[in-house]
């Protein structure tokens, strides 16, 4: 099981940023996605999931707004894209496996993407 | 939401040591709680699942337990790979949280 995400992003204020994962090693609708961000030297901050099997949704209220999880079953893809981007959105954003209907922990997790907003 | 809280923040322990690290849930969690190692650099890795469960391939050295609101990741005797950060995090009614973190450093 292997979890490829995009790679670096440099963004302005103001900017969005489109973040991919792409699973292999098992079958795609099998299992859910979510997505956590880490700012430097800082701790884990979970952002939302999405089941890949229906679409279904749910996102931190913190994010609420200004996040949309989307999945592509065709290339088995999933994607985060966070809007209105500010300094402290800088992170290293990963995506991780879990379940496709039901809460539970992340056993496979993508490389991590760092985004890094600046003027 | 459900907060998670941590302790110790830090902890400074030897090769060979038996290391606790405690989480303690705002609210009743019902064993919905997982543990992860973060090295620098890298992607968390699930450790324990389930309060209790221990991952495929994690050595058994690491053990969870607890119940309701109190939990705990004992390292039974601490080895050199050990050196990371371990998070927490509950994961109930599609609601993940995790705790801040406690860095386990070399005494």
């Known amino acids: 099981v292997h979890l490829l995400q995009s790679g670096a992003e440099v963004k302005k204020p103001g900017a969005s940023v489109k973040v991919s994962c792409t699973p292999s090693g098992y079958m795609f609708t099998r299992y859910g996605i979510s997505w956590v961000r880490q700012a430097p030297g800082q701790g884990l901050e979970w952002m939302g999931w999405?089941?890949?099997?229906?679409?279904?949704?749910k996102y931190a209220q913190r994010f609420q707004g200004r996040v949309t999880m989307t999945t592509d079953t065709s290339t088995g893809t999933a994607y985060m894209e966070l809007t209105s981007l500010r300094s402290d959105d800088t992170a290293v954003y990963y995506c991780?496996?879990?379940?496709?209907?039901?809460?539970?922990?992340?056993?496979?997790w993508g490389q991590g993407a760092l985004v890094v907003v600046s003027s | 939401d459900i907060q998670m809280t941590q302790s110790p923040s830090t902890l400074s322990a030897s090769i060979g040591d038996r290391v606790n690290i405690t989480c303690r849930a705002s609210q009743s969690i019902s064993g919905s709680l997982a543990w992860y190692q973060q090295k620098p650099g890298k992607a968390p890795n699930l450790l324990i699942y389930?309060?209790?469960w221990l991952e495929g391939g994690v050595p058994a050295r690491f053990s969870g337990s607890g119940s309701g609101t109190d939990f705990t990741l004992t390292i039974s005797s601490l080895q050199p790979d050990d050196f990371a950060t371990y998070y927490c995090?509950?994961?109930?009614?599609?609601?993940?949280?995790f705790g801040q973190g406690t860095k386990v450093e070399i005494k």
């Open positions: 999405i089941s890949t099997y229906n679409s279904n949704k």
């Open positions: 389930k309060t209790s």
């Open positions: 995090q509950q994961y109930n009614s599609y609601s993940w949280t």
């Open positions: 991780a496996r879990g379940d496709v209907v039901e809460t539970a922990a992340f056993d496979y």
